[in-house]
């Protein structure tokens, strides 16, 4: 099946259950990111720069968890800005990368903007969509990393999902669509993904620039914009990775996160979690040190003392005694006061992160950590060798997702409009239009909920 076709004739029932299973809890994973980030800095200056700068015109699509209108070229960019700053999304193994925090939200101010003038799209139409972005976002995120020496963040490859699924939602034709998968890839932002890990900051894995990339590229395309052939895509060097589309799914093979940090800091943080949930003892006041062994990328984290959000999240120590102090690491021990902590930083100085030969060996295969906890009375407590929680090989329950919906969301939603928002994804395959989903994501700011 070519590519084209495949955007063009897919429909979400098509896909296997459990694909489609995944998916919706893939769209309810990013929108309680989403919620969790509504408040925080990141996403209030990228709204207030969508506005400032994106105004609505002919066309609009309203901020999501705001319901401001802007252009969607602007939603694009504090959507992506905005899911890209509580670090909580899934990811991928083979891309190194996320496709969700930039494909939902551009495709959503895509569908806003339909609403707004006046065209009705169904739920199991959204779900075909975003299926077909986050798969073809994927299997163009794999393809890079096959083919490029360097590690580039996910906006680099996660603007061709939009293309796909936005030229669904649009009805381009094949040229034009070849166009715009060329625009995207050519402007397609190759941002080096580890000088980020070395210096974190707002811009995190460019998935405001992946959203603004896709959106932009589908409306130059519309424009007559003519762009080269998109080589993720059309090179004959990636042709496997595109070859059994339609037939195999490479959104299967998604990780979640359990915890809204660096997914290379999440199997410490999972080795943790057992160990305290063994030995109740574990606890901050008691701890006299901890050694993590890990491999080389995690080991760069470190983060004992950070300045900010984004250096919280980019961080390995500071997590792990945010989750040994507080029990739970949730939006709020990682932004905010909690970050300046006493009793989170008196932990997280305690702790010593080194370099795992083996494990470093075993990267990226495998993403492995092990915790050594030295209590105050003498007590060593060693964890296994570790993997992630949230893997697909450890993945998590339907529980441990809403509880962990609930626990971001909760930051910013009430109990009732967190439940609709379940209710409706999961109402989405019989649904006529995606207004009561909508409702929900773009009331204005202040409304009853």
């Not at 709204?47 to 994106?54: C, F, P």
């Not at 319901?67 to 959507?79: D, S």
């Not at 606890?283 to 491999?295: A, K, L, P, Y």
């Not at 739970?328 to 997280?348: F, R």
């Amino acid at each position: 099946m070519s590519l084209y076709a495949f955007v063009r004739d897919f429909r979400f029932r098509d896909a296997p259950s459990h694909t489609r299973e995944l998916l919706q809890t893939c769209l309810l994973d990013i929108l309680g990111v989403a919620a969790g980030a509504r408040d925080n800095t990141t996403s209030q200056a990228l709204k207030q720069y969508a506005l400032s700068h994106y105004p609505a015109g002919k066309l609009a699509s309203r901020l999501l968890f705001d319901g401001r209108p802007v252009h969607p070229l602007g939603a694009a960019w504090a959507g992506g800005f905005s899911v890209d700053s509580l670090d909580a999304h899934e990811g991928h193994f083979t891309s190194k990368g996320h496709a969700g925090a930039t494909v939902v939200p551009a495709l959503l101010a895509i569908v806003d903007a339909c609403r707004e003038q006046g065209r009705s799209i169904s739920g199991e139409e959204l779900l075909s969509a975003l299926c077909i972005g986050y798969e073809t976002a994927l299997r163009a995120g794999a393809a890079l990393m096959a083919t490029a020496p360097e590690y580039h963040a996910s906006g680099a490859f996660s603007g061709v999902g939009v293309v796909c699924g936005g030229a669904r939602l649009l009805g381009l034709d094949e040229q034009r669509f070849r166009h715009a998968l060329g625009i995207a890839e050519y402007f397609g932002p190759r941002c080096p993904m580890m000088r980020l890990v070395d210096h974190p900051s707002m811009l995190r894995d460019a998935h405001g620039a992946g959203a603004y990339a896709g959106l932009n590229a589908l409306l130059l395309a519309q424009a007559g914009v003519t762009g080269a052939p998109a080589e993720t895509v059309e090179d004959e060097a990636v042709a496997a990775h595109w070859r059994d589309i339609g037939q195999r799914w490479e959104i299967d093979a998604q990780y979640f996160k359990p915890w809204p940090v660096c997914r290379w800091a999440q199997p410490a943080l999972t080795a943790m979690t057992r160990l305290m949930a063994e030995y109740p003892q574990i606890r901050g006041e008691n701890i006299e040190r901890i050694q993590v062994q890990t491999f080389h990328e995690s080991m760069r984290l470190q983060g004992h003392t950070p300045s900010n959000a984004d250096e919280a999240q980019y961080a390995l120590a500071f997590p792990l005694a945010a989750l040994v102090v507080r029990g739970q690491v949730g939006p709020l021990e990682v932004t905010g006061e909690a970050i300046h902590a006493p009793d989170i930083l008196a932990v997280s100085q305690r702790i010593d992160i080194v370099e795992s030969e083996e494990l470093s060996e075993r990267f990226p295969n495998e993403i492995l950590s092990r915790v050594v906890v030295q209590l105050k009375d003498g007590q060593a407590l060693t964890s296994p060798i570790t993997a992630a929680k949230g893997d697909p090989e450890t993945a998590m329950t339907r529980a441990e997702f809403l509880a962990k919906f609930s626990l971001l969301a909760g930051i910013s939603l009430a109990p009732e409009q967190r439940l609709g928002i379940e209710q409706a994804i999961a109402a989405l395959p019989g649904s006529a239009s995606c207004e009561t989903l909508f409702a929900l994501l773009f009331e204005q700011a202040g409304s009853p909920w």
